[in-house]
């Protein structure tokens, strides 16, 4: 964990965080920011970015301008007085806020006193808990979780994540739609949830499943491959099809869930594009047995 006040950079699980509350990022954006606080001694120039988390394709430097404009945005930024992000024109950036380790202890690791508490909620919270009790006999669940904004859909998420997490070998995913500004990235909130599982590149079981069942999706985490395997998915997923990279999903997150229960936990679907409509839709139609409980939170729209 890389913490830089008052954000802490979640490196292992992928995501970015201020205080208790998970900052939205797209998956490049938060590899080049993990870059950028990794090497936050120096000066990092755009080539050094590209060679880093693009290696062997070619990608036009102005990307990289887009992402650090989309960091300064949710870090709350200026380029003009910089904080985080200080550019150094034709030359690159730097991240200058200070930065220190932190280790991070997995939910398991708490006690149970360390768990958020909820009020009004433990109908909601027992349900849950039976739909992962019936998962794990193999009966895979499908749950939808509706409310008005701010009624606490996040925090019942949350507290969910933490008393599941004390099961043993129990593996949970969880990734967010965003608000397309300009268009929306095609299944981000499930890579998002991939990323998570992703750990540790050389020795996860995730891994070796995606390349056998995934090649289309373990592409997308280039930076964690070897270069003979980028190589070797490159060639076998030339003429990639939308359907194609649905059906090796469900067929990935099966086999995951195949050893251990798997949670997939996809929020503010009312953002959700229709890419990873079709990847919810076909895990909840497969008939096929799986300890998988994918859940979803949504924003109710009130009519007047």
């Known amino acids: 964990m890389k913490v830089f006040q008052p954000f802490r950079l979640d490196t292992v699980n992928h ?15 938060f590899d080049v920011l993990r870059y950028l606080v990794e090497h936050a001694d120096r000066l990092v ?6 060679e880093a988390l693009w290696p062997e394709t070619y990608v036009n430097p102005e990307v990289i301008k887009k992402y650090v404009l989309g960091i300064r945005k949710v870090l709350g930024d200026q380029a003009e007085k910089p904080a985080f992000v200080a550019t150094f024109p034709r030359r690159g950036y730097q991240f200058i806020a200070a930065v220190r380790d932190e280790s991070t202890a997995s939910p398991s690791d708490r006690s149970a006193n360390e768990i958020k508490t909820i009020v009004g909620r433990e109908n909601a919270l027992t349900r849950l808990d039976d739909s992962l009790s019936k998962a794990s006999k193999g009966q895979r669940q499908v749950i939808l979780v509706a409310g008005e904004a701010g009624i606490g859909k996040t925090t019942l998420l949350d507290v969910f994540h933490q008393r599941a997490a004390f099961r043993p070998n129990l593996r949970v995913a969880r990734g967010q739609c965003m608000e397309g500004f300009g268009g929306k990235e095609p299944y981000y909130p499930v ?11 050389a020795d996860s079981p995730v891994i070796q499943i995606l390349i056998k069942r995934a090649p289309t999706w373990l592409i997308q985490f280039s930076p964690l ?12 997923t030339v003429g990639t099809t939308r359907e194609r990279m649905v059906r090796e999903i469900c067929e990935a997150l099966e086999a995951v869930s195949m050893e251990h229960p798997l949670i997939l936990a996809l929020e503010d679907l009312h953002w959700v594009d229709v890419s990873t409509l079709d990847v919810i839709s076909a895990l909840a139609r ?5 300890k998988l409980v994918v859940l979803g939170t949504y924003r109710l729209v009130l009519r007047t």
């Open 225 to 236: 491959l070897k270069a003979e395997q980028r190589e070797a998915l490159q060639r076998e």
């Open 191 to 201: 890579l998002e949830a991939l990323g998570h599982l992703i750990r540790d590149a």
């Open 286 to 290: 497969r008939r096929g047995p799986a």
């Open 15 to 29: 995501c970015l965080w201020r205080a208790d509350e998970r900052v939205p990022l797209t998956p490049k954006a």
């Open 45 to 50: 120039t755009q080539e050094e970015i590209l």
